[in-house]
């Protein structure tokens, strides 16, 4: 490593250790204290009858049904948001990407607008948009199969998590295309020009030098949104309150802990989504094989 790049890789560092330093402070003590209090069999309204039971609350969830049922929701939802915003951010980064000069501006903010409404809100406007008393989208849709003005699309499990999901991808698919339009600009026109002259079609030129020279920015873009996706929490707990069979591992953590008091249960479930959260980051490194460090200046 030569000495420009030890000294780029000290100034990273400094500049990163204020806000490092930050988070883990944030962060620590709330994660400590969840792993502690799920040692323990507690309830709020009874802190005298507060037990040391060890592991029992990850055992009492993990052969409990409800956890995998929720558990089998979240990656649905995840798995399914997250393969259509990658196609369609990717759509929209090529569109913003390869906008005249003049339109580029304009363009963004439009697909960025969603992205910057708040997901409470958001999530209830969707939720009014398809209740029963309140929404008009169902009458917009009557020409589906299966769909009347009448239809209550909150009252069974499919079409409930249909809507949750049309709302994710709504939403967050402008961050999947802010992440991609940056790293499709760092790709050197040298490259595709070479190919063009080379006699490559736009397919051959977008998988033989598009795609595999901005690998790291689709890596950080699809780890973010799963990792986003698989924390699901407002738009279920808004639109649904888990029913229908939609409870998510995050809204199981909510009703454990606030709803039913019960903070041993809910700190295990807590753990539980933190530390599949970490599995999910570890699986989408080894899965893509990039060096952030050294990919930064393939560009």
Same mark, same amino acid.
């Given at each position: 490593m030569s000495e420009r790049a030890r000294a780029e890789r000290?100034?990273? #560092? #400094?500049? *990163? $250790?204020? *806000?490092? =330093? =930050?988070?883990?402070l944030v962060t620590a003590y709330p994660i400590a204290q969840a792993v502690y209090e799920s040692l323990f069999k507690y309830r709020l309204t009874d802190p005298d009858a507060r037990e040391f039971t060890w592991l029992t609350n990850y055992w009492v969830?993990? %052969?409990?049904?409800v956890w995998w049922r929720a558990v089998g929701v979240t990656v649905l939802i995840t798995a399914i948001t997250v393969a259509v915003e990658a196609v369609l951010g990717f759509a929209l980064a090529l569109v913003m990407h390869r906008a005249l000069r003049v339109l580029r501006p304009l363009l963004r903010t439009a697909i960025l607008i969603p992205y910057a409404i708040i &997901?409470? !809100? /958001? *999530?209830f *406007? #969707?939720?009014? $948009?398809?209740? @029963?008393? &309140?929404?008009?989208a169902t009458s917009w849709l009557s020409w589906v199969p299966g769909i009347t003005e009448d239809t209550n699309v909150f009252g069974s499990f499919g079409s409930a998590v249909a809507v949750i999901i049309l709302s994710e991808i709504w939403k967050t698919t402008p961050f999947i295309s802010l992440l991609l339009l940056a790293g499709l600009a760092q790709i050197p026109n040298d490259l595709l020009e070479a190919a063009k002259v080379d006699g490559a079609t736009w397919w051959q030129r977008l998988y033989k030098v598009t795609i595999p020279n901005m690998k790291a920015a689709i890596m950080v873009a699809l780890l973010f949104r799963t990792l986003d996706a698989f924390r699901i929490f407002d738009n =279920?707990? @808004?639109? %649904?309150?888990?029913?229908?069979? %939609?409870? =998510? !591992? /995050?809204?199981?953590?909510?009703?454990? &802990? @606030? /709803?039913?008091?019960? @903070?041993?249960l809910g700190s295990a479930v807590s753990v539980l989504l933190f530390l599949s959260v970490v599995l999910i980051s570890v699986a989408y490194i080894k899965l893509f094989r990039i060096n952030l460090a050294s990919a930064r200046g393939e560009a």
């Open positions: 000290r100034l990273g #560092w #400094w500049l *990163a $250790a204020p *806000a490092f =330093v =930050v988070m883990l969830i993990l %052969t409990d049904g &997901t409470v !809100v /958001s *999530a *406007a #969707w939720l009014y $948009a398809f209740d @029963i008393n &309140t929404g008009f =279920v707990f @808004i639109m %649904t309150q888990g029913a229908q069979g %939609t409870e =998510v !591992v /995050s809204f199981l953590a909510y009703r454990q &802990t @606030i /709803s039913r008091l019960e @903070i041993g």
